[in-house]
Structures are given as C-alpha cells and as structure tokens.
C-alpha cells in the first residue's frame, strides 16, 4: 500500500503563493508516477500537474502553466507544487496521486492512477 499525506495549503490573497507538499509512504517512491489534481466545489476532479519517476518530464494543465511548479525530491519521498501569482479560480481541495506501474513517465488522466492523498485545502480570496 502506498499513503500520500498533502500539507501545506492556507488561505491567501490573490497573487500571493503557497508551496504544497506531498509525503509519501513507501519503498519505491522513486519508481512513482506522481501528479497533482484539483476540485473545486460541484465540480469535476482536474488535472493540474504531472511529473515522472526522476522528476526530469512534468506536464502542466493550461491553467497552471506559468504559474505552478511540480518538483520531487526522492530522497526523502516529497513531491511539491510551488503555487504563484494565485487566483481566486484557484481555489479548491488539492490532491495529489501516485501510481507504481507507469513507467517513467507523466500521467496525466485521473482514472491511471491508484493511490490518492486526503486532499489539503486552497483558498484564494481579499
């Protein structure tokens, strides 16, 4: 079994950051495809970032490029999203997912996944 526990979300004003974290249980977390999801109230879960096992392939949704940033550290079995120039629209509950047989590559549909967070809570608001 693999667990993935998400910290790191607040309440901030927009344009502000936060840097969400993922720590992960398990003694293969450099073999992981890991990746970040959102969902916002009566909406639908959204792809927001992927990155591969070695961390060298991520993969964006439109609405975070530019302004989010996927890293991993598998050393100490930490997957981050570096969260800038926030928008309201930004807000929602973060997820992030792991799965052990992708191979070193991105993932980036939800239903590829098997192993999910709690979620930790963003809210963008003045």
């Known amino acids: 079994q693999v667990q993935l526990v998400e910290s790191g979300g607040g309440l901030v004003q927009p344009g502000g950051s936060l840097k969400l974290s993922c720590a992960a249980s398990?003694?293969?977390?450099?073999?992981?495809?890991l990746g970040w999801f959102r969902q916002a109230p009566r909406k639908e879960r959204e792809f927001v970032a992927a990155?591969?096992?070695?961390?060298?392939?991520?993969y964006y949704a439109d609405s975070a490029k530019g302004r989010f940033t996927v890293s991993r550290d598998n050393a100490k079995n930490m997957m981050y999203l570096q969260l800038n120039d926030l928008k309201p629209e930004d807000t929602a509950v973060y997820y992030c997912?792991?799965?052990?047989?992708?191979?070193?590559?991105?993932?980036?549909?939800?239903?590829?996944?098997?192993?999910w967070g709690q979620g930790t809570q963003v809210t963008v608001s003045s």
């Open positions: 997912a792991a799965d052990t047989s992708r191979g070193n590559t991105v993932v980036v549909r939800p239903t590829f996944y098997k192993y």
């Open positions: 398990g003694r293969n977390f450099s073999t992981y495809a």
């Open positions: 990155i591969s096992w070695s961390g060298g392939a991520t």
